[in-house]
């Protein structure tokens, strides 16, 4: 056990789309293995964060789920970043949805905006090698294109990142037990009302006693919502540990 390398997710943002809380930014995560960083969504006020936990541009990769601005939208200072703090101009791999440079790009109004500083590429097909984590991507029910991702290490623990997710079912495949799952939970005690395409704590205790990961991490509650529900309810089909988590909270993966 003693030469096991570290495995941490470092939470930057947590949702949701949109916050009254002083302090509450888009949805963002920051996995860490050895000497390998991953960082998970880039949503709303959450690049600070980012440059306060880690120098930015030694980010192995940045992984978006999808094209929701509560998930990418601090691309952008990201990129400003890139091109105008840093000496030389560095660039950052950026793993995403098809069309994440358009929109970059559009919302700029400058051609060429997005390639400057951040090397975009779809979710692989199949699971891929970033530094010391391997990185496997399946399709969600939220958006057209909408990713659930697995980070793990080479000794196969691994965290599982619903992004937003209509669909508790659709995480399953991804989902090895003893996995830390990092899964939203919108509509806290539910239930979802008809329409949006996220998840209640019902919904997530069904997967949770199928799938058997070894500790919960609960995100992206929508504001006003109560916050020791979701927890209780998906602590009752599970031993290990459940908690919502925080801007701020640093977890040790192999410790929950
Ligand atoms: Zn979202
Ligand atoms: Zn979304």
Do not use: K, N
């Amino acid at each position: 056990m003693a030469d096991q390398t570290t495995f941490s997710v470092t939470v930057l943002g947590a949702g949701p789309a949109w916050s009254d809380r002083p302090g509450s930014s888009g949805a963002s995560y920051l996995v860490r293995s050895g000497r390998t960083a991953v960082l998970l969504d880039l949503g709303q006020g959450s690049f600070p964060r980012l440059a306060q936990a880690i120098e930015p541009s030694a980010l192995d990769a940045v992984v978006v789920s999808h094209l929701h601005p509560d998930h990418f939208i601090d691309l952008i200072p990201l990129r400003h970043y890139l091109a105008y703090q840093v000496t030389p101009p560095r660039s950052v791999r950026v793993i995403a949805p098809e069309g994440i440079a358009e929109r970059l790009d559009s919302l700029h109004d400058q051609q060429g905006f997005a390639a400057q500083s951040l090397r975009c590429e779809p979710h692989p097909a199949e699971p891929i090698q970033v530094g010391e984590l391997s990185l496997e991507s399946i399709r969600v029910t939220h958006t057209a294109d909408s990713r659930a991702v697995r980070v793990a290490t080479s000794d196969g623990a691994g965290l599982v990142y619903s992004g937003d997710c209509g669909v508790a079912e659709d995480l399953a495949p991804l989902i090895r037990r003893g996995d830390t799952l990092l899964v939203e939970v919108s509509f806290g005690a539910g239930p979802v009302p008809p329409g949006p395409l996220h998840l209640d704590a019902p919904a997530v205790a069904g997967l949770v006693r199928e799938t058997r990961p070894g500790a919960v991490l609960l995100t992206h509650l929508q504001m006003g919502l109560d916050r020791a529900a979701p927890v209780e309810i998906v602590q009752s089909a599970i031993d290990g540990d459940v908690r919502l988590v925080e801007p701020g909270d640093e977890i040790d993966l192999r410790g929950t």
